[in-house]
């Protein structure tokens, strides 16, 4: 049962087409109602997220029950700088800042465990030129035939880390 003063996902959303996907059905199972933020779009962030990019093994909770290691989705270019207090979770020779913790309900994300096989196939179709960029003329492809062998296999592991994470900012 969530906690009485939280009743909210508040999702930080960086394009339309990457919405929240499995993350907002396992919030929505727990009783919480999602609210997508869209900053491109000229929606303000909170001040407790605007100072913060994104408020991006061990004893960590939210990594109890997975691997040490965990195929992710990687797909952005972009970097950020985690904030003095947030705590590093993840990270992978693309990204070194994979899944951050700032506090103990505050999470950053910059890999995609949400994604299904509809919503991959989206993002090839929407992103061609970032595809086209990062993995030449092939990409497209080449991505399509790595989702058919890895995303069945890796979604029970992202649904876990997700559900993970929804009792972490639930405590």
């Known amino acids: 049962m969530p906690a009485q003063n939280v009743s909210q996902l508040l999702v930080v959303q960086h394009l339309e087409r990457e919405g929240p996907g499995l993350l907002s059905d396992l919030a929505r199972q727990r009783g919480l109602s999602v609210r997508i933020l869209r900053p491109y779009a000229g929606e303000p962030l909170p001040a407790a997220l605007a100072a913060h990019q994104l408020l991006a093994h061990a004893a960590e909770p939210v990594l109890e029950g997975l691997p040490a290691s965990l195929l992710v989705l990687h797909w952005h270019g972009d970097r950020i700088a985690l904030p003095p207090a947030a705590t590093l979770l993840a990270s992978s020779l693309p990204c070194p800042e994979q899944i951050f913790r ?6 950053g994300l910059q890999c995609h465990i949400e994604v299904d096989a509809a919503s991959l196939e989206r993002w090839i ?9 990062a993995l030449g003329p092939g990409g497209a492809e080449r991505i399509r035939s790595d989702g058919a062998r890895w995303l069945a296999g890796a979604t029970p592991l992202w649904r876990r880390l997700l559900d993970n994470l929804l009792v972490a900012c639930l405590a």
Not at 102 to 107: E, M, T
Not at 125 to 131: C, G, I, L
């Open 102 to 107: 700032l506090g103990p309900r505050a999470f």
């Open 125 to 133: 179709r929407d992103d061609q030129a970032f595809v086209q960029a």
